[in-house]
């Protein structure tokens, strides 16, 4: 089974800048939309940012400005880049393909510091 691999988490001071990756383990076809969500503790899980097949973003409005995400259809792989960190961005970041069925990674840990 097809699973989603997300790496780039961490530690970073507030201000600070991070990039998150996402990656199939195996091939998938037809991808449409690809996402970013985050959960912090004790929070339901929100929706950060989204790309479509052909590239049309949108973002919540706590990160517009600040995270940009972005994929390439070749390599099947979402991004997220993070600049001016702040304490409340701190959470469980989660990465969402859309294609016949949908794909969940596991979730990398962002923790921004004062």
């Known amino acids: 089974q097809v699973q989603l691999v997300e790496s780039g988490g961490g530690l970073v001071q507030a201000g600070g800048s991070l990039r998150l990756s996402c990656g199939a383990s195996?091939?998938?076809?037809?991808?449409?939309?690809m996402a970013w969500y985050r959960q912090a503790p004790g929070r339901q899980r929100e929706l950060v940012a989204t790309?479509?097949?052909?590239?049309?973003?949108s973002y919540a409005d706590s990160v517009k400005g600040r995270f940009t995400i972005s994929r390439d259809n070749a390599k099947n792989t979402l991004y997220l880049q993070m600049n001016s960190l702040k304490l409340e961005d701190t959470a469980v970041y989660y990465c969402?393909?859309?294609?016949?069925?949908?794909?969940w990674g596991q979730g990398t840990q962002v923790t921004v510091s004062s």
């Open positions: 195996g091939s998938i076809r037809s991808i449409n939309t």
């Open positions: 969402y393909f859309q294609a016949y069925t949908t794909y």
């Open positions: 790309i479509t097949s052909r590239r049309t973003t």
